[in-house]
């Protein structure tokens, strides 16, 4: 019944309302919410909702040997299908390979094996804030114009009042 919730809010982008789980699945929040590592109780703008979270990380080292625990995977490949090191001269370091031996056991250990590439994707985001990108935030009284010395290839997400 878990891996059915998990994979439930995960295809409904990481969260659903209370009201609206319990209704589909017949079971109470309290069921659900009981197993905090991949559970959680949060109130948006006052609407109850339980959204989805694990422990499990991309590995980020380039020569790993598996003894991290996380996911040999390339973050870009990942999240968009393409990677822009898999065409230079030196290659990627990091594989391509969701399916590889080492990551089906490092899913199926998590329960994550059940879940299609789109929802893990989901469940990663919103679970490690180091694959989001680097915020700026620039003072709304001060400037109007992000002031980046490479505004092209800048990969900062900045915010600002307009």
Not at 53 to 74: F, I, Q, V
Not at 97 to 102: F, G, I, P, T
Not at 126 to 146: A, E, G, I
């Amino acid at each position: 019944m878990e891996s059915d919730i998990l994979k439930f809010i995960c295809a409904n982008q990481g969260a659903v309302d209370t009201d609206y789980l319990v209704s589909n699945l017949g079971c109470s929040v309290s069921d659900i919410i009981c197993n905090q590592e991949k559970f959680a109780s949060c109130l948006p703008f006052g609407q109850p909702k339980v959204v989805v979270r694990t422990s499990l990380r991309l590995c980020r080292a380039k020569a790993c040997e598996g003894s991290c625990g996380g996911l040999h995977l390339c973050k870009s490949f990942l999240f968009s299908g393409f990677c822009q090191f898999s065409q230079s001269r030196k290659g990627c370091y990091f594989s391509h390979e969701l399916s590889s031996d080492y990551n089906e056991r490092i899913l199926k250990e998590h329960g994550l094996n059940i879940l299609s590439r789109t929802e893990l994707c989901t469940l990663l985001l919103q679970s490690d804030d180091r694959l989001l990108p680097p915020v700026s935030f620039v003072s709304c009284f001060t400037l109007k114009f992000c002031l980046c010395l490479t505004p092209m290839s800048c990969q900062v997400l900045s915010l600002r009042c307009v």
